[in-house]
């Protein structure tokens, strides 16, 4: 008798084993899933965070009054005053090599930075004036530490003299590090200092609102009838097996699907979020067609049942008391398809996206990227200075991203009903 006791133990106490053998690999799958995440943001987050802030330089620069007209400051050529102003600070620049090198110490765009600094204060027309502008990337890079002085100088995007001339810079005190307002406010451009991210995300919000406004009532619809009204016959199984392949189809060929028939067929202008949301919304559509048909799979029978016995009919009962109760799941897969929309490039690369677009887009119809898009032509580029602010691109697209899945957990949490 004890024999056959000892081994259903033997059975048991093996039986346990496993499964504390099994939550231990659980648990440590866990743990390295985690720590591959953790040390994935902190690496973006330790090269994206320089992208925050820019480099300042002062300069004295002279406004004389017959130079500048008051009624007209915007067509005044600045560029030639703020040179001047620079070779009057370093005076040992004689040469035009020097000239040069002295020059990119700040960015392209000072002479409008003092331009803006005049209209807005006319006052300053006849001083002597000490304004800031922004240090060109290779000066910003070198003020950060991020440029080896050490190394030979055609090792480095700096020269020597440039060094010196940062170096007297920073004793006079005339080198700051401030926020950098432009890279959140600001469109694109072929400076680092100078680039932003704003076009960019408004490019992304007007693609994904088209993809939202197209591709959530077609799917909702679609599930609906496919869920509720199609009979079950060899028609509705093969359109539910091609839904359920097209889920699984690698966004690019979504891309070539835009370019033959948007553009090549329908004519529709190049590199506009129009044409990225609707190809964004093909995308999205059997994702989202397949998560409201399992929202309404999950509402209960008796629901329609009870709908039917008091008079309902079939169109009644669907869109009066089953549709609204899937509703919560419906909202939670489209804002989960649609942030995975926000992070393809792919299909936007195949219908024009990837072009240079400096101004912020106003509408639909409007030349623009989107921002995983800037995120790809930015990795692209040699300029060291671009490394930075792509890492802080991904930054703000992982916020974007994280917002999102946060919405769709509130709406998931304050609308399911629990049966």
Known sequence: MTEPINIHLAEGNGRHRAETRFKAYGII????????????????????????????????IELPADKIDRKDIADTRFGALVKSALREMFPDARTRSDKKQLYRLISANAEYTVRERVIDNPDLIGTNANLWVRASSDADLFIRGNIDATLDENQRRISDKQIAWLEQLKTAQKVETRFNTRFLTGGDSREPEQAGILGAVVGSVFSLTVCFLLAFPLGVLTAVYLEEFAERNRISRLIEVNINNLAAVPSIVFGLLGLAIFLNFFGFQRSTPLVGGMVLALMTLPTIIIASR?????????????????????VQTTFHHVVPLAMPGMLTGSIIGMAQALGETAPLLMIGMVAFIADVPQGITDAATALPVQIFLWADSPERGFLEKTSAAIMVLLVFLVIMNLIAIYLRQRLERRW
């Open 29 to 60: 799958a866990i743990a390295v899933s985690l720590g591959f995440l953790c040390v994935m943001v902190v690496s973006i987050g330790l090269r994206g965070a320089p992208a925050f802030t820019q480099t300042f330089i002062q300069i004295g």
């Open 294 to 314: 399992a929202s309404l799979r999950a509402v209960p029978p008796s629901v329609r049942e009870a709908a039917m016995g008091i008079g309902a009919s079939k």
